[in-house]
């Protein structure tokens, strides 16, 4: 029985209430929404990114082709080039299966050369059935200059090759494919279908650019002085200008980031979904597991000078040293930044509680009306989180970031979570959270603890799921909200919860009460983008069929694991004709059907619970 009193009058939601947390984790951002064709385009992999990478990763060198990294380097901060003898060509493999293009779309062809006058550069785009579009020719002459050229794809594919070869010997630099089609025409855009899907969240805030790609690495910067380090923390200024003298960078999480999708982008494409910005700096403690903290006091100054400098980045007048820098870049207009986290999941919080506040104090001096968000930690209990919720609360913080990753079950147990939360102390950021799973339980069970949050929201004023964006074939963290490949993307069950709450905010919370356990009984049926779950230890059987009726896979647990993929948290295995979970601690599975075309189906599943159950 739910009892609803409509003359109460419950806690007021704000519109950035449910938001989006945007990490590049999953190469969420090159081979992801940074639209950008080519990978590895300025030759800058290394084994600092990942230990299999060399500088010609991607590649494939047909001649002469070696990569440089001398005085001959196209500028300071972008170190290799890639020297071409005559009559040679090099050839880029592209993200997943290779380079998509679309039949009848255009694509922008760029590079940066120096070359002796008369050089040609005859560049190619084609896949193992032939030509994609015709063939372009550049002529190339002197000192280190931007060519370009457009593609029309003749022919649809995700399986490309970009090619270029040269008549003569030729340095090259900055080698890029760019889809005409991005999101709303932007040049150094986005993904279309995948910023689309963000947008129709309808965010009320863009938290970026991570988590631990932010308090992790080195705080150096990006210099000579510093030897140029390959692994520092995540710098905006390393990110702005134009894309060829934006430093590479070892992301956290196993790869190269190009930075070409950087804080101007981030803020622009904040702008353009109506999400309010909500930037993280890094604290001059590292988390993450480094957990180290930085005593050099010139260097913390020179990060808070940093952070000054974000917010007139964002928000000064075009006549201001850094509002020049985004009029430069195309707008003139400020972004209205009125938030900044500092630091993720500091696990010394007594180490970050000294340097917050001395962030703080810098800000409010200059900009008393930014918020500044503060965290608690690692994990949402034990000795940490509860000293950094009680230093937050002494330092009298305006907002605490809070992060959690628990099973179902948790979620459906603690919706009451915040109902015990102190109504006078710092506000919470849930920046990010997640059930263990992208099945449709998990969303269900998200979706419950969202109302709990919505109940209480004179204390937690925003939310956000996390991870937002994973490329299927570079998962370093599941489960995650939207999935993609180089050619298509799918919201989960998740994604649509998420939707349907920020599509959905009310203006007030009605005060109601519930009692009484619904009861679940019967099959399971739902429509799902990408995976259901099912355990032979609780269902007799599984089928999924496409929308109108045909059974794609069907499956009575009585063998053959090839045709499924398990992503769940547990082991799996096939024992006596049927399908066992070996760690009964991990409750959520996923299991996804093996033949990759099947997500193209708008599916149905339904699971027969065994009886008794
Ligand atoms: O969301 C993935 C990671 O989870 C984030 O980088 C980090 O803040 C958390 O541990």
Partial sequence: TITVDPSARGAAIGDTMYGVFYEDIN??????????????????????DHASYTPLTSWTADGAAEVRDDAGRLNERNRNYLSLGAGSSVTNAGYNTGVHVEKGKKYDFSVWARAERGTTLTVTLEDAAGPLAKVREVAAEGAWRKYTATFTATRTSNRGRLAVATTAPAALDMVSLFPRDTYKGQSNGLRKDLAEKIEALRPGFLRFPGGCLVNTGSMEDYSEASGWQRERSYQWKDTIGPVEERATNANFWGYNQSYGLGYYEY???????????LPVVPALVTGCGQNKATDDDALLKRHIQDTLDLIEFANGPRTSEWGAKRAEMGHPKPFGLTHIGVGNEENLPREFMARFKEFRAAIEAEYPDITLVSNSGPDDSGATFDTAWQLNREAGVDMVDEHYYNSPQWFLQNNDRYDSYDRNGPKVFLG????????????LSEAAFMTGLERNADVVQLASYAPLLANEDYVQWSPDMIWFNNHASWGSANYEVQKLFMNNTGDRVVPSTATGTPAVSGPITGAVGLSTWATSAAYDDVRVT??????????????????WTHTGTGAWSVQDGAYVQTDTAAENTMVTAGDPSWKDYDLHVEATKKSGK
């Fill in 27 to 48: 190469r969420a951002a090159d081979g992801g929404l940074y639209a950008e064709l080519v990978q590895n385009r300025s030759f800058e992999y290394s084994t600092a």
């Fill in 546 to 563: 496409s929308a109108d009726g045909e059974t794609l896979l069907s499956d009575d647990f009585s063998g053959d694991a090839s045709r």
């Fill in 432 to 443: 990010e959270y997640a059930s263990q799973g992208n099945a449709w339980k998990n969303a």
């Fill in 267 to 277: 803020f622009r494409f904040a702008e353009d979904i109506g999400a309010m910005p």
